[in-house]
């Protein structure tokens, strides 16, 4: 059985010949200690802030495309996991200038809008420290819902061969997982902009979502077209005690859209499974059944949520990927400990199909590499059907 | 007081034009600025912080009430000076070495301005230096650190140290908190508090400081 097929069977929540394995990002560090070579793949620091900038600024975008694509399927294939998600990829019109030292200024010659991000080379991490959205306030953000409403489409022919063209190489090995999500901006600088505008101003976050969800709409036809076998929708909506915002705030905001996604992903005859960090139980039933998923992932237990009672309560409805801890198991812990937790998700979620193991958010680089490859050996151990004891 | 009252439920609902008209109108008719902050804003902040911590509210509306509060302070602010009124306690805050989550941070500063706090917000990714030599700062009586990582939680550790080594802890308290912060981790690195969500951040602020 190969991987496109053994994913197939278990969201069909039939039982393939073992677990399928995912991940949603392995960052540089922990990767390139696995391949013995630099590589260019995952959401740190160093190569979505410097290297994406440097080499932006350089004129090196589509070099660096083949390359992180390159890499990326190298990795995957290395380490035989089922499930190969898009990589993080610099995709943008945006003009970069370095600022100060690990810092850069994107600028979008269109629209006028301008971004900083910031890089810490000590724990490979970055994030946007500042932006014009930010520095104006809620006009600030009304401008760039004006733009985002008349922008013209993200899509180009030339976009489209290019993905074709890439993904051929990983397209009989993998279940290909494209991206598409409501794009509530958990990573913006204006992110509190946002949420106060949430509760203030909600035509004009409305006329957000509108925007951004038909743009990804079209990202959606665009990568159907180019051969994905599903999507996944990266965006965090929780956090450990709760949602960021509340299930009227969802009922509003996010389940029509996410609805559109979904419809349009089924459309195309794919699978739709939604990411989130965070305990999402006050939103649960809605948000797992009546928005038309068809996989849940994260499932982080430090947050509270108990997979196997998910299995129990939606494990006959959609598919369940993730809960292996990344938070303090993999990373703290000793391999002894991540393959018992392995072990026992494996145990109380496999039985029929319907589950995928993965960490509960990503390999970041503060997680050692004998860890990550001990849940791997594990997910072989344990992850073989017909389970013993089930 | 019915108008302190009103104060209080317009913050909460985050309305913040008329907290700035009712904290002016309070002044205006004579009221004591004191007893404006406490039964009128403090007293506001105080159910938001309860009812964020219950799940009853969720950040969005905890933010418009501290914008709201805002609105009202700062026509205080002057007046409290005026009147030699002192902030509660001094806390430094920032977010443990190499963590950029600060969300959960801001909150908890909005909490301890709200409940009569002065904050020294540190920012992010902030080094066990720059703790250091804002606890050395006059009036600073409590740092306040936050960590969202499992990696980012070992600095907490190195700036306690540091603190230790400069004399400091003596001067200032400290009080952690933060996702994968627990109160045990708390007591192994000899910080001196621990709260869970930003309306014990503040309890746990005075209890520290003996109120
Ligand atoms: C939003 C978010 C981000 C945003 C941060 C935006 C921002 N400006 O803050 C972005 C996208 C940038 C981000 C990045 C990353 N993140 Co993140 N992120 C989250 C998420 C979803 C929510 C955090 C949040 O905002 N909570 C909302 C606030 C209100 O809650 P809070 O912070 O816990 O604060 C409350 C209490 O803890 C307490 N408190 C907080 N501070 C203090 C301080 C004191 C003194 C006191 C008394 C109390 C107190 O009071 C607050 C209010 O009640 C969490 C999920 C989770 N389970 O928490 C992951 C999470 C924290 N992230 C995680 C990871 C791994 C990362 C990355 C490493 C991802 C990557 N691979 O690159 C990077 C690291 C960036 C960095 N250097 O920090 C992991 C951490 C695992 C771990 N334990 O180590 C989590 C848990 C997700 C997961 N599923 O594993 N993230």
């Known amino acids: 059985m190969n991987s496109k097929e053994r994913v197939r069977v278990a969201v069909a929540h039939r039982e393939p010949d073992r677990v399928p394995v995912f991940e949603l990002s392995i960052n540089s560090p922990v990767a390139s200690d696995i391949m013995g070579r630099q590589m260019y793949v995952g959401f740190g620091g160093w190569l979505v802030a410097k290297v994406f900038s440097e080499w932006m600024a350089e004129g090196r975008v589509l070099e660096l495309a083949l390359k992180i694509f390159s890499d990326w399927i190298d990795l995957y294939s290395h380490l035989e996991l089922d499930i190969l998600p898009m990589p993080t990829l610099p995709l943008t019109n945006e003009t970069v200038e370095p600022v100060a030292e690990n810092q850069w200024k994107y600028t979008d010659p269109d629209s006028g809008l301008w971004r900083v991000i910031g890089y810490n080379p000590e724990s490979d991490y970055h994030s946007e420290i500042d932006s014009r959205i930010k520095q104006e306030g809620v006009p600030g953000l009304r401008h760039h819902v004006e733009w985002l409403e008349k922008r013209p489409g993200l899509v180009s022919a030339d976009l489209m061969a290019g993905l074709k063209a890439v993904l051929d190489p990983a397209r009989e090995r993998f279940f290909i997982l494209g991206e598409a999500d409501v794009l509530f901006p958990s990573e913006a600088s204006w992110q509190p902009l946002f949420l106060e505008c949430m509760a203030l101003e909600p035509e004009l976050i409305d006329r957000y979502f509108e925007a951004t969800t038909n743009e990804v709409l079209t990202l959606i036809d665009a990568e159907a077209e180019a051969g994905v076998d599903g999507f996944v929708g990266g965006v965090d909506f929780a956090y450990h005690s709760t949602t960021l915002f509340s299930p009227a705030m969802f009922r509003r905001f996010i389940f029509p859209h996410m609805r559109r996604i979904t419809e349009r992903c089924h459309s195309r005859g794919l699978p739709f499974f939604k990411h989130t960090d965070g305990n999402i139980e006050n939103i649960e039933n809605e948000l797992l059944l009546g928005c038309g998923i068809d996989g849940y992932h994260a499932i982080e237990p430090t947050a509270g949520m108990d997979i196997a009672r998910l299995k129990r309560q939606y494990g006959d409805k959609i598919t369940l990927l993730g809960n292996i801890d990344c938070g303090d198991l993999l990373t703290n812990g000793s391999p002894e400990d991540v393959t018992k937790a392995v072990g026992q998700c494996i145990r109380d979620c496999a039985p029929g199909g319907g589950y995928v193991l993965s960490s509960s958010n990503s390999i970041h680089s503060g997680i050692p590499t004998q860890n990550f490859l001990a849940m791997l050996k594990a997910a072989r151990e344990y992850g073989t059907y017909p389970m013993r004891n089930s | ?211």
């Open chain 2, 1 to 211: 007081m019915a108008d302190l009252k009103e104060l209080a439920a317009a913050l909460m609902r985050g309305d913040a034009p008329a907290v700035d008209k009712m904290t002016k109108e309070a002044v205006n008719a004579g009221i004591g600025v004191k007893q404006i902050l406490d039964d009128g804003l403090i007293a506001g902040m105080q159910v938001v912080g309860e009812r964020f911590k219950n799940n009853e509210i969720y950040v969005p509306e905890v933010l418009i009430a501290a914008r709201a509060m805002y609105t009202g302070m700062k026509v205080l602010e002057p007046l409290l000076v005026k009147a030699g009124v002192k902030p509660v306690g001094t806390i430094a805050m920032g977010t443990a070495r190499g963590d950029l989550h600060d969300i959960g941070k801001n909150l908890v500063s909005m909490m301890m301005r709200g409940n009569g706090f002065k904050v020294i917000d540190l920012g992010i990714d902030v080094s066990p230096q720059k703790f250091v030599e804002a606890a050395k700062e006059e009036g600073v009586n409590l740092i306040g650190m936050s960590a969202l990582l499992t990696t980012t939680m070992p600095s907490m550790k190195a700036t306690i140290d540091e603190l230790q080594k400069a004399g400091l802890l003596k001067k200032v308290k400290v009080l952690i908190g933060g996702a994968p912060v627990t109160q045990r981790y708390a007591a192994e690195i000899g910080a001196d508090g621990y709260a869970p969500d930003a309306a014990s951040a503040v309890d746990k602020a005075k209890a520290l400081l003996g109120m």
